[in-house]
């Protein structure tokens, strides 16, 4: 990965877009629609506190010393068209409010971003944004159902698996989380324990259920030799240790990794 993926909030605050035609019409629209107010003059967009900027401009120079101004201003750039002067690309986004999936590929090929992002769309229902809404609305009664965050966080991984109650592949209404909340069952307190024998240098080799176990695993135990890229496709706040390990463990599903 060579690039941090984030989701930068700007509703109600200025984002510079220099240039005229197609690119930047483009680049005004993807800030308007994220609430954002697009600002076409660099110096007053930097008075107005302007953090990022888009530059769409198709003299080489002028570009260049546009970015040079901006840097000196703090602010970070886009420019269309050249990936070597960017501080951030935009990726190819698959909007279902609040959910939005950003597809990406560091500049190489916005085509294939999109395609992606297209057949995405496909898979993924209407509902999934109606989905998200409910269950931040829910938030207090899982708290109440589950007041460990462990098991409030299996149970809601049971939940949202696939063929689970709240498979975000499926359609759902809005009484779905409240059904799920009444119904469902207690998450499990004990410990999973499973053990993945590695022998692939690369995640290109694993298995899917093994990227699964991967990223929803609450505890990773690995020999010496694991390649760090595996490492990698674990959720980022999983606990990691090496083996041999004595000590305590978290609950929930224990992902122990050897070298194959």
């Not at 930047?24 to 609430?35: I, N």
């Not at 779905?176 to 993945?196: M, S």
Request: proline fraction near 8%.
């Amino acid at each position: 990965m060579k690039s941090l993926p984030l989701f930068h909030r700007i509703a109600g605050q200025p984002v510079i877009v220099l240039g005229e035609g197609p690119a930047a019409d483009a680049k005004r629209r993807l800030v308007e629609r994220a609430g954002g107010v697009a600002v076409g003059d660099l110096q007053v967009g930097i008075e107005r506190g302007a953090r990022l900027a888009f530059v769409a401009v198709d003299d080489e120079g002028e570009a260049e010393a546009a970015v040079v101004r901006l840097h000196r201003a703090g602010v970070l750039v886009n420019v269309a068209d050249r990936p070597a002067l960017c501080d951030f690309i935009t990726p190819s986004v698959l909007d279902r409010d609040p959910v939005q999936i950003a597809v990406g590929t560091d500049g190489t090929s916005a085509g294939l971003a999109k395609h992606l992002r297209l057949r995405l769309e496909a898979l993924l229902p209407d509902s999934l944004g109606l989905l998200a809404q409910s269950l931040a609305k829910a938030r207090d009664a899982l708290r109440e159902r589950w007041p460990d965050a462990a098991e409030r966080r299996r149970a809601l991984d049971a939940a949202l698996t696939q063929g689970g109650p709240l498979d975000p592949f499926l359609e759902h209404g809005s009484t779905a989380v409240p059904n799920w909340l009444r119904e469902g069952q207690r998450a499990g307190a004990e410990p999973t324990r499973v053990e993945l024998v590695i022998d692939t240098p690369t995640p290109d080799g694993l298995t899917l259920r093994q990227l699964q176990l991967l990223g929803a695993a609450d505890a990773i135990l690995y020999e010496p030799g694991v390649p760090p890229a595996i490492l990698d496709r674990a959720r980022a706040d999983a606990a990691r240790m090496s083996l041999p390990h004595e000590g305590p463990l978290p609950g929930g599903l224990i992902l122990v990794l050897r070298r194959g």
